[in-house]
């Protein structure tokens, strides 16, 4: 009898950005990625504004993303510790005012998952994302909730929506159910979403997957440029992307130092 396959497990952490502090937050997590490329995978960075290279927001306490999909819960436990000894890891942290981590798994096969496109330019993603937190009612399945879902999927894709993540979380809040949606910059969400509600050929089925909600959240969010250097590193850019002062540097001597490695 084959082994059932393996669910994908993803870490999603939501942090705030300390006012002003951008160059320093994008260096370290430059260096995350350079890190962890081989068993870390960004899915997707985002926030309530749209973080640049070489863009220092002043706002403080602006709301921040970003979803990894991780190869197994024992390297998740073996990174977290080694990265903890990296003084850029603290300089990271310093440049995050609060911070929170969930810990995920996947509920569907993958199929109707899109990756997130490349972007445009450096300063040009192309596209937003449309977040939804949700919980079925006590009435609603699972199974039921995927076919409706497969169906919205299919509605929103005639305005050019794609999933890039559903999930559902097993700390923090236990069932909730998360998903990102690409959407296109020039696409009016509310304008798509109204059609759904409006129309007569959708309003009826539309209507009826909502009342299978118990509660839901939703939220437009702007990719961060954490995105880009995810692309431009595993494109093979080996030179620092994120430039800062040699005092703020990220170590020493500029050098990329790999989870398990140390500088001497």
């Keep these: ?99 929170n981590q969930e810990l995920l798994v996947n509920f569907t096969s993958g199929y109707g998952i899109s ?22 009612s006590r009435k609603t399945t699972m199974h039921a909730f995927l076919r409706e879902l497969n169906w919205l ?3 929103l894709s005639r305005d050019g929506f794609a999933r890039t993540w559903c999930a559902r979380q097993i700390t923090g809040r236990p069932g909730l159910i998360c998903l990102l949606w690409q959407v296109p910059e020039h696409v009016d969400i509310e304008a798509s979403l109204d059609r759904l509600s409006d129309q007569r050929a959708s309003a009826a ?21 954490t995105e880009r250097l995810d692309e431009r590193i595993r494109s093979g850019e080996a030179a620092r992307i994120v430039q800062l002062p040699e005092t703020n540097g990220v170590n020493p001597t500029g050098a990329v130092v790999p989870v398990g490695s140390t500088l001497s």
């Excluded at 962890?36 to 290279?53: D, M, N, V, Y």
């Excluded at 990756?115 to 079925?136: A, F, H, K, Q, V």
């Excluded at 009826?208 to 702007?222: A, H, N, P």
């Design 205 to 225: 089925r539309y209507a009826r997957m909502m009342q299978g909600v118990g509660d839901l959240r939703r939220e437009v969010l702007q990719p961060m440029y």
């Design 1 to 99: 009898m084959p082994n059932a396959q393996s669910p994908s497990i993803y870490l999603r952490n939501r942090f705030t950005l300390q006012g002003a502090r951008n160059a320093e937050f994008l260096a370290g997590k430059e260096q995350l990625i350079r890190s962890t490329l081989s068993h870390w995978k960004l899915i997707a960075g985002c926030g309530e504004r749209a973080l640049r290279l070489q863009r220092n927001l002043p706002e403080p306490a602006l709301q921040m993303l970003h979803v990894w999909e991780l190869d197994s819960w024992s390297l998740l436990y073996d990174s977290m510790y080694e990265l903890s000894e990296a003084k850029w890891y603290r300089q990271l942290g310093d440049a995050v005012a609060s911070e």
């Design 115 to 136: 990756p997130r496109p490349l972007w445009r330019s450096d300063d040009s993603p192309g596209y937003r994302y449309l977040s939804e937190e949700l919980m079925l």
């Design 153 to 155: 999927a299919a509605e």
